[in-house]
């Protein structure tokens, strides 16, 4: 098998999206969460540090991430354990920590203790050998403290565990209510609704509105849709692994949006493009399906333009009455790789960074990564209404719509080792069915089959299904 991961020309993943500048009072904050009060420390639950026994003797850990700021939770585990360092190093997002973290694994040094990696990629790395099964040091002992979706992310086998949830990205609807109000349209909770709130906005704006943009360049965007459906894509059973790209639950959803790019009821434009923020920023888009770091970035993004306007509702569902359903977009984890010489002390970083109080809440209030965290997710302090995304959403507990979500992402869900390809191969089917030159089936008919003839070609026994 070939265990090489081929970095393809796909768009930046969400989970990078996160990484925003950073903001001057961002010490404070983490000083002041450092220092709780009483109550407020009974009720945020951490695991107990002092069961994952890290190395004796001065220690130094690199780690690598893409998160700006993240230099500055360092000092703060640095404090309460004063035998170890620890060096923050910003290597870049993606693919380009992704293809230095490749090289070092194969030369069997040059890499970090700790590594930040999407949970869509963690099966590629997973492959090469190269990462620390960290449960070898207590980190199975952790799992109540963490989101159960999340936890099986890095652990897809139920038994081996390749990381320490740090984030997640939830799905919702975040639209504007000043458009909304202006056309007289309804907040939709279900897709036919969310289809008729289409065609109303078109007719009534002289088709110069669209309700949201399709993201045609984003394969984990439409996944995340198809997840909430019940999708799964990828399942390994032992060597073995089926694929379903173009399952009856993937079908349906992009049925769905092809009548309403066909009807040019939405937008297509890439996401993440000055064209995209123009087009939201000016009113011709007026809704947004959104990852729960997506506020904050359209907030930063728009320089606060438009800001107070925009509410977020839960994802719209298939039918009424139907128990409530969200998908993923984007989120990551920390691994630690083989070569480390303090795999102890880097896994109770790792376990430190997403678990402890004041790395977790600030890391949203200054840069919108959403916790995978239990007790940041029901925390009081992750509601603050002077702040992104609060402050963009007119005050509203963003926080706690995106909590909700997060609680309704199927926990059965995983990735493949060569999902880069599938990552890839979307945007060219997706173009050629906004062009006109494929239906929605031949669309995903030709994703399932060249992802499937990729795999095989690299030595995966894998089957379509």
């Known amino acids: 098998m070939n265990n090489s991961i081929v970095w393809r020309s796909f768009s930046p993943?969400?989970?990078?999206r996160t990484a925003l500048p950073f903001l001057p009072w961002v010490v404070a904050g983490y000083v002041c969460l450092l220092l709780p009060s009483l109550s407020a420390q009974s009720a945020y639950q951490e695991p107990d540090y002092s069961k994952l026994k890290p190395e004796s003797g001065p220690i130094t850990l690199e780690v690598w991430t893409w998160v700006v700021?993240?230099?500055?939770?360092?000092?703060?585990?640095?404090?309460?354990?004063?035998n170890?360092?620890?060096?923050?190093?910003?290597?870049?997002?993606?693919?380009?920590?992704?293809?230095?973290?490749?090289?070092?694994?194969?030369a069997g040094s040059g890499g970090p203790d700790v590594a930040q990696i999407e949970y869509d990629f963690l099966p590629s790395f997973i492959v090469t050998d190269g990462l620390v099964d960290i449960s070898e040091y207590g980190a199975s002992d952790v799992k109540s403290f963490f989101v159960p979706w999340t936890w099986g992310q890095c652990s897809p086998d139920g038994k081996a565990v390749y990381g320490s949830p740090q984030d997640s990205g939830p799905m919702a609807l975040l639209y504007n209510k000043k458009?909304?109000?202006?056309?007289?349209?309804?907040?939709?909770?279900?897709?036919?609704?969310?289809?008729q709130q289409a065609e109303k906005l078109a007719k009534a704006s002289d088709g110069k509105v669209k309700l949201v943009d399709f993201v045609p360049t984003q394969a984990p965007w439409f996944i995340g849709l198809a997840w909430a459906n019940g999708a799964t894509l990828f399942k390994q059973n032992g060597d073995s692994w089926t694929q379903s790209l173009n399952s009856p639950e993937c079908q349906k959803v992009l049925d769905f949006w092809a009548e309403l790019i066909k009807k040019k009821y939405v937008a297509t434009i890439p996401d993440f493009t000055p064209e995209f923020y123009t087009a939201v920023g000016s009113g011709q888009i007026a809704a947004s399906i959104e990852a729960a770091w997506g506020p904050g970035v359209l907030a930063q993004?728009?320089?606060?333009?438009?800001?107070?306007?925009w509410q977020v509702a839960p994802l719209p569902q298939w039918s009424k009455g139907q128990p409530f359903r969200s998908g993923n977009w984007g989120g990551s984890c920390d691994v630690v790789l083989k070569q480390s010489k303090y795999p102890k002390a880097a896994t109770l970083f790792s376990i430190w960074l997403n678990a402890a109080k004041g790395p977790v809440i600030n890391n949203w209030t200054s840069y919108g990564i959403f916790p995978a965290s239990l007790s940041g997710l029901a925390s009081p302090d992750l509601n603050q209404a002077d702040k992104n995304p609060s402050k963009f959403c007119a005050g509203q507990n963003v926080a706690q719509i995106y909590a909700d979500a997060s609680k309704a992402v199927n926990v059965d869900f995983e990735w493949?080792?060569?999902?880069?390809?599938?990552?890839?191969?979307?945007?060219?089917?997706?173009?050629?069915?906004?062009?006109?030159?494929?239906?929605a089936k031949q669309a995903?008919?030709?994703?399932?089959?060249?992802?499937?003839?990729?795999?095989t070609s690299d030595g995966y026994d894998v089957k379509g299904k």
């Open 416 to 439: 493949s080792p060569w999902f880069a390809f599938v990552n890839d191969d979307y945007n060219k089917q997706i173009a050629a069915l906004i062009a006109g030159a494929m239906t």
């Open 179 to 195: 458009i909304f109000d202006q056309y007289g349209l309804t907040v939709p909770t279900t897709w036919e609704e969310f289809a």
């Open 301 to 309: 993004s728009l320089n606060d333009k438009t800001s107070g306007e």
């Open 69 to 82: 700021g993240l230099d500055k939770a360092a000092p703060l585990f640095e404090q309460a354990f004063p």
């Open 444 to 455: 995903l008919d030709a994703w399932q089959a060249d992802s499937l003839k990729n795999a």
């Open 13 to 16: 993943s969400p989970g990078r």
């Open 84 to 106: 170890i360092k620890v060096h923050i190093n910003n290597v870049g997002a993606g693919p380009t920590e992704y293809q230095k973290l490749q090289t070092a694994i194969k």
